[in-house]
């Protein structure tokens, strides 16, 4: 059986000081877990901030449009994180009487809120039992019982057998997480700076485990991006589908070609599973369809891809 206290002393002398360590409200723990799903903290600690100045409460938050919500999203990528915030925040509103819910399962039953996430808010925010299960986590467990063929179902088991045996959920699941994320990293995990290495069936390699995983198949997708430019209007800009790759957001118009082009792409965007090919090209005809001209581009949530196809064009409009 490892020994809590060593994990949980070594938290306490080296966690980063994170700003949604530093309160117990579930509404800034909420928006942090959201934020830090397959991103990176540097990238979040910016938009974290001013999210809370342009949000700083629930109900400005269910009270804001669409558009606002995605506009402060830009940058995060994975758009569909905020679309779900903003739908969870309305259903507070309106099935919570404004307060973030208390019991797990309540938590659970928010859009875009899995078991993992409601685990973490509510240990961290209501002292409630709850282990959290995110890829740091999951691969701390994993090389402690020196395997990487284990099931979902096994790994909650383990993980709510240690956090049993800690005696402190809250601290408990940081200090997992935090160890996951600075010390056993997927690619150079440092067992010599692990403050419980000599628990751990994997430490300095004497179990293989799978540390990096596979890598995911991505596809090309060859886009064709019309550019309708005007001096006086701006640029003509359409909404994307409700669902799909960047559902919702705002982007020239967008016509997927059976084959790529002759020419290179004038930029390519890497997503997930997708690598896309944008071929950007200015046009001077009217524009047709559903659109609008916009001379402020700030003002819109446009995807970063094309941020950086505008660029590739001269800059931005």
Known sequence: MLPASLLLNWYEKNARDLPWRRTHDPYVVWISEIMLQQTQVETVLPHFTAWFERFPGIASLAAASLDDVLKAWEGLGYYRRARFIHIAAQQVITEHHGQFPHAYDNILKLPGIGRSTAGAIASFCFDANTPILDGNVKRVLKCWHGTAD???????????????????????????????????????????????????????????????????????????????????????????????????????????????????????????????????????????????????????????????????????I
């Not at 979902?152 to 996951?180: F, I, K, R, V």
């Not at 419980?196 to 179990?207: D, L, M, N």
């Not at 005809?285 to 659109?291: D, H, I, L, R």
Request: aromatic share 8%.
């Open 150 to 316: 284990v099931s979902e179902n096994q790994l909650w088991c383990w993980a709510q057998y240690a956090l049993d045996a800690s005696g402190d959920a809250a601290t408990w699941n940081q200090a997992m997480m935090e160890l996951g994320a600075t010390v056993c990293s997927p690619n150079t995990p440092d067992c010599s700076s692990c403050p419980v290495s000599r628990h751990c069936t994997s430490a300095f390699g004497t179990v293989e485990t799978v540390h990096p995983g596979k890598a995911a198949k991505v596809m090309d997708v060859h886009w064709h991006v019309a550019l309708y430019l005007h001096p006086e209007k701006g640029i003509w800009l359409t909404r994307r589908p409700a669902s799909g790759i960047w559902a919702e957001l705002w982007t020239p118009p967008i016509t997927e070609l059976d084959e790529p082009p002759a020419r290179k792409p004038t930029y390519v965007h890497l997503l997930t599973h997708r690598r896309l090919h944008l071929y950007g090209k200015v046009l001077k005809t009217e524009p047709s369809g559903n659109g609008q001209w916009v001379s402020d581009i700030t003002k819109f949530a446009l995807p970063t891809g094309i941020h950086r196809l505008l660029e590739k064009h001269g800059g931005e």
